[in-house]
């Protein structure tokens, strides 16, 4: 359908030139206060305004090589040392080399690194700063460091040995991964999704440079129509005329409490003085634990929620936001918050427990469900973004319909989590009628469906994202 699958022409913006060193010294700066957020540290009102927000940096970064110089470039790599990247090292260079973490123009030298774990923002030469809040790295090892010697360049290549990019005035150090994982997630318990796939058998160095990328990076596996750029997002937004855009992020499928906070929200903003809203549904697309819906299922039932009327489809833009998944709670929610801004998002809608997981050996969460939305509320270098706290949904037995949960006559609400969503899927057992639509439902069932039983007659393990 042409809401979801819509094909953009990439637009071309200036580059924005991101210093290898910073100022680390930084005070706070104010934060607007909305009705819709409560922040004791100011009292301005909000403004409304018709343009889109301005990236990070002031100029959104794209990193892609000119088709005129592509010739030399590959030329170039054929000499260079070459560095094989993971799947989520690929996800990763599609991230920068997009803008989703402007002003930053490669991975993250030590200066980088050592802010963005010990606060959670990057200071540029100007004095301002941006929020940064989960590392950017690309590991290597004994041997690579070895193979790389003296050189100042390095390829980047894929699994197939494509060239994917040239990575340039390059740095290498030391990957102090106790002191990664400990900063980023709070804890070093064993069983980090993310750790695991990403940190614990990768390499004991990381080197970082600035990236030149041949090309944008494409997963041709069906949606690439999907996974718009931010230049291209910006563009479809002023096609819409939009004079607000509020992002909602989800791994997980759009139930009918999801549909009602997202229009809920919409009203409130046209009640607010706005004029045309449009709502910014961005699953995230990259790396997710082996127990989460896979991308391609949660994309076909985004598309079953538009086509069944529950979102509307003309105040709606759907997109994959190509990050990987953490799972890294407050910490890691910055990062979601920080790269919609670069998309032109100016307002945020965050939930209970945001990025969060079970503790991975104990039986309790691993964060506190509100500190996600209060972190977000008080984040160095996400001033201009406006924070629209979650309200709590429920299925109202009384309505026969998911409304806002009513703390007066609680008896009437049933919680749905998602843990009790998959487990209905699974077990072809529908949910209450009014939880999610049919069609939506029914891509969901499908998808534990094609888990077929092995011998044992147990459901093998999905794959991670």
């Known amino acids: 359908m042409a809401s979801m699958a819509t094909f953009i022409a990439k637009a071309p913006y200036p580059h924005h030139s991101f210093p290898k060193t910073f100022n680390t010294h930084f005070a706070p700066a104010l934060k607007l206060s909305l009705p819709l957020v409560s922040n004791p540290r100011t009292r301005q009102r909000l403004r409304i305004s018709s343009g889109l927000i301005e990236p990070d940096g002031g100029k959104l970064v794209e990193l892609f090589v000119s088709e005129s110089a592509k010739a030399e470039k590959k030329s170039e790599a054929a000499t260079l040392p070459t560095i094989k990247l993971s799947r989520i090292d690929l996800e990763w260079v599609h991230v920068i080399s997009e803008g989703w973490s402007s002003p930053l123009r490669g991975f993250m030298r030590e200066s980088e690194f050592l802010q963005t774990l010990h606060f959670n923002s990057l200071r540029l030469d100007d004095g301002s700063f941006v929020n940064m809040s989960v590392p950017i790295v690309l590991a290597i090892d004994d041997a690579q460091k070895h193979g790389i010697g003296e050189s100042t360049k390095v390829a980047l290549l894929d699994s197939d040995n494509n060239l994917i990019a040239i990575l340039k005035d390059i740095e290498i150090y030391k990957h102090h991964k106790e002191e990664r994982i400990a900063r980023t ?234 843990t009790k969503m998959r487990a209905l899927a699974r077990n072809k057992e529908n949910p209450p009628e009014g939880f999610m639509c049919p069609g939506g439902w029914k891509v969901l069932v499908d998808y534990y469906d094609s888990l077929v039983p092995a011998d044992n007659g147990k459901v093998p393990e999905a794959v991670p994202a």
Not at 286 to 314: F, I, N, S
Not at 336 to 361: E, L, Q, W
């Open 185 to 418: 997630w709070g804890t070093t318990a064993p069983g980090l999704p993310y750790v695991d796939e990403a940190i614990t058998k990768a390499g004991n160095w990381l080197i970082g440079g600035d990236l030149e990328v041949m090309e944008p990076i494409k997963y041709h596996d069906g949606l690439d129509r999907f996974r718009l750029s931010p230049a291209e997002l910006r563009d479809e937004l002023t096609k819409r005329n939009a004079d607000a855009v509020f992002a909602f992020q989800l791994r997980n499928p759009v139930h009918n409490g999801h549909a009602l906070l997202m229009t809920d929200t919409r009203r409130r903003l046209l009640e607010m003085g706005y004029k045309n809203p449009i709502l910014l549904l961005h699953p995230l697309g990259g790396y997710t634990k082996a127990d989460d819906v896979p991308l391609t299922w949660r994309m076909k039932q985004h598309e079953k929620v538009l086509e069944d009327g529950v979102l509307d489809p003309e105040t709606t833009v759907v997109s994959i936001f190509p990050s990987p998944m953490h799972y890294a709670g407050p910490t890691e929610v910055q990062w979601h918050a920080k790269a919609r801004i670069n998309a032109g998002a100016n307002f945020y809608i965050v939930g209970r427990d945001p990025a969060g997981m079970g503790h991975p050996i104990e039986n309790r969460d691993l964060y506190d469900a509100d500190h996600g939305k209060k972190v977000l509320s008080m984040a160095p270098g996400l001033e201009r973004l406006n924070i629209l706290p979650f309200k709590v949904a429920a299925y109202d037995k009384s309505q026969g319909k998911m409304a806002f949960f009513d703390p007066s006559r609680s008896q009437d609400f049933v919680f749905i989590s998602g």
